[in-house]
């Protein structure tokens, strides 16, 4: 966390501005609260979601059962299909509300699908870094 944290306090100086409004959803929100929390924040405004100051170790627990483990998929479709499994919790929504959430969360990569995110995100829940893995 106080590494996604420097990287923010370096690009908003690199953005030049004196004052950001912050949209923070899960580990977003995390890194707005603890920047938020800094001396002479730059943040105006915040706005949290899927998130907040205390999280229950069950949801932890289940966080910690699926990140950072590979995952390709065939189509764009069945990794929506997959996130949307993790997150049923979330309770219903419809299958364009998935598509619509879940989408971002996807990338392409030699002919599969992948979840976009930083796989170093998962070394506070394993001890171990498992970015090579999630790469192959």
């Known amino acids: ?27 977003g929100g995390l890194i707005g609260m603890a920047l938020g929390g800094l001396t002479n924040t730059p943040i105006r405004r915040m706005l949290l979601n899927d998130i907040g100051p205390h999280i229950e170790p069950v949801a932890l627990a289940r966080i910690g059962e699926y990140l950072g483990k590979p995952a ?5 479709d069945e990794g929506v299909r997959h996130a949307a ?33 930083d796989p170093g995100i998962v070394t506070p829940f394993t001890g171990r870094d498992r970015r090579a893995e999630r790469c192959r």
């Open 72 to 76: 390709r998929f065939a189509s764009l």
């Open 85 to 117: 499994a993790l997150a049923v919790s979330f309770g219903p929504l419809t299958d364009e509300e998935w598509t619509s959430i879940n989408t971002p969360l996807l990338m392409e990569r030699d002919g599969a699908w992948m979840f976009r995110y």
């Open 1 to 27: 966390m106080p590494q996604y944290v420097a990287d923010m306090v370096t690009l908003i100086a690199r953005l030049n501005v004196e004052t950001v409004d912050w949209f923070g959803t899960s580990m």
